[in-house]
């Protein structure tokens, strides 16, 4: 019993230090706190957004192991619904926009004065599918 309750502790160590190295790295490799505070032009507040990643990770590692059940009204759950869409469609559009995706998507595809339809048909794509996973997966 022992030996299951060590390798067990050793596996989920060496899963957390794994995503945490992977988070580190993409967030090292693609510059993403520099060039957030390049595009806002707080270049003075970087020390507060390492702190703000590095405290959000912590707080949202230990929330995650932690087995509660947050009885809320769910008109209190829209706001939090949205706040976390525009994290995320944020979120990719930094990181297309820090890899150069869709020129470099258009040029392959030979459709470089379309772009604006291709960034429309991505828009329009998530916009389906996330109406698809609310309508389809979540009862409400």
């Known amino acids: 019993m022992t030996i299951k309750i060590i390798f067990t502790v050793f596996v989920g160590f060496a899963g957390g230090l794994a995503v945490g190295a992977g ?16 595009l806002t032009k ?19 590692a ?7 059940i947050l009885s809320l009204n ?3 759950l ?21 890899l150069n ?6 040029k392959r595809i030979g459709i470089q004065e379309k772009i604006v339809y291709l960034i429309m048909a991505i828009v329009f794509g998530k916009i389906a599918g996330s109406l698809f996973q609310w309508i389809y997966f979540v009862d409400i």
């Open 23 to 38: 988070f580190v790295a993409f967030l090292t490799v693609l510059k993403v706190i520099p060039r957030l505070t390049q």
């Open 42 to 60: 707080t270049m003075k507040m970087i020390q507060h957004y390492e702190w703000a990643i590095v405290l959000g990770v912590i707080t949202g």
């Open 62 to 68: 230990w929330l995650g192991l932690q087995n509660n």
């Open 74 to 76: 769910k008109a209190f």
């Open 78 to 98: 829209v706001p939090i619904g949205l706040a976390d869409g525009i994290f995320n469609g944020l979120l990719a559009a930094a990181l297309t926009e820090v």
């Open 101 to 106: 995706v869709f020129p470099l998507i258009s």
